[in-house]
């Protein structure tokens, strides 16, 4: 795996922009969403900080906020520790925000700010859980309570101060990997009388890619579990894990989830999704999506490579080489497969694909499919060998009146054995 560290302290102070998925900007890598909202009516993400591919987290946290969940603010260095910080959570109190942490000896603590984007100082250890991926709910009686733990999480009632918890209340196992898949990255919600433990699941391929769920009528349990709101496999070609939260803003419910990029388990970046109930309080899974909570992207405006939901292949999304802050789809090989959902083409159907591609080696083709696979492919493209450097390439489109609208759109490619090829951008006109 390629050594490369970050410097993200080289960024501003605050940078604003306007975003799909991922929700995390360029060249900074944000990961274990917890989302809360704010009485400002604000959406604040707090996560862990992936720096660099060797390793996960880093030492410090920064804040993303939104108050529509498409322009969002990163507000860098809100927290800064001398140990490695794993995933946080944040709560507020009164006029006091209480940042929770663990760090690599499992120690839990806590340190606070008059701020929801900090700076947190005077971080204080939390006497008895020991662990990670803290988690702390507030009932609607203003009981707290504080959720730990991996492969079995435990949970107790937190004193008043936010800062303890009450030892004699301690639950061992209150959900369990046997019983409920759970792996990590506990969070605790509520919603029409039901309380719902949220955390990286290990259902499926063995791996924890998804966002799973349990149920009950009590914060402390007994749960059932009911299964999976959101599932990253296949975001990147060695995703590993998942880890999120699931918040109301402005009357509709999001889960939060991450994604692996660099074909790594680090460097992982955050994103969201809307979701729904059904009537008898379980979740309707999430499809992972470009377009998170902002809706379809124009079809006939540039859409970023790095914006792809899903792939099939070797492709992966990294940042360009020589130092850039820039991410494009990389490493695409014969047969790769890559998915961006979803676009609007609005009542007039595109005419021509444009791409803007640049040819490692041995030239291929770039093939345009509209919503599922086996339609056939609308339109391609092929890329010269030796176009080193980027190039944009354009072809015609049948026109459909099929292609109006909302669709998903597949892109394909074939190449030589040793070929290979980078994308930054495509666009419809």
């Known amino acids: ?64 906020f939104s108050g529509d969940l498409r322009n969002w603010t990163l507000r860098e260095n809100s927290f800064k520790s001398e140990l490695t910080l794993y995933a946080p959570d944040m709560i507020r109190k009164g006029n006091t925000y209480y940042l929770y942490y663990d760090d690599p000896s499992g120690a839990e ?71 409920h898949y759970f792996h990590e990255g506990s969070f605790v919600f509520k919603h029409n009388g039901y309380y719902y433990f949220t955390y990286a699941d290990i259902s499926r391929k063995g791996r924890p890619t998804c966002i799973g769920y349990s149920m009950a009528t009590s914060p402390l349990g007994p749960y059932e ?23 109301e803003f402005d009357g509709k419910w999001y889960v939060l989830y991450h994604r692996s990029t660099g074909n790594g388990v680090t460097m992982r970046k955050a994103c969201i999704e809307p979701i729904s109930f059904r009537e008898d309080g379980t979740i309707i899974e999430a499809e992972m999506t470009s377009q998170g909570a902002s809706g379809p992207l124009d079809a006939y405006s540039a859409i970023p490579a790095r914006r792809m939901c899903l792939v099939r292949g070797n492709a992966r999304v990294s940042l360009e080489e020589g130092g850039s802050v820039h991410e494009i789809l990389s490493g695409i090989h014969d047969g790769d497969q890559v998915a961006f959902k979803y676009l609007d083409f609005g009542s007039n159907p595109p005419a021509r694909f444009t791409v803007r591609v640049r040819n490692v080696s041995g030239g291929g083709r770039i093939n345009v499919l509209f919503d599922q696979l086996f339609h056939g492919t609308a339109a391609s493209v092929d890329v010269p060998e030796g176009a080193s450097g980027w190039t944009e390439i354009s072809c015609e489109i049948p026109p459909s009146a099929e292609r109006q609208g909302v669709h998903s759109v597949w892109l394909t490619f074939s190449a030589p054995e040793s070929g290979s090829m980078d994308l930054d951008w495509f666009r419809f006109d």
């Open 1 to 64: 795996m390629m050594r490369r560290t970050i410097s993200i302290l080289s960024l501003l102070f605050a940078v604003t922009l306007n975003a799909q998925n991922p929700i995390s900007p360029e060249g900074v890598y944000i990961a274990d969403p917890t989302a809360r909202v704010d009485r400002d009516g604000r959406m604040y993400v707090y996560g862990s900080l992936d720096v660099n591919p060797d390793y996960y987290c880093s030492d410090h946290y920064h804040v993303l």
């Open 109 to 179: 603590w806590v340190a606070t700010s008059d701020s929801p984007t900090g700076p947190f100082r005077n971080g204080l250890r939390i006497e008895g859980p020991k662990g990670i991926d803290p988690n702390v709910f507030v009932d609607d009686d203003g009981q707290a309570y504080y959720f730990w733990g991996q492969f079995a999480a435990k949970g107790a009632r937190m004193n008043p101060d936010m800062k303890s918890i009450d030892l004699s209340s301690v639950v061992d196992s209150v959900v369990t990997e046997k019983e």
């Open 225 to 247: 579990y009911k299964g999976v709101i959101v599932d990253n496999d296949g975001c990147d070609p060695s995703v590993w894990n998942n880890h999120g939260s699931v918040v």
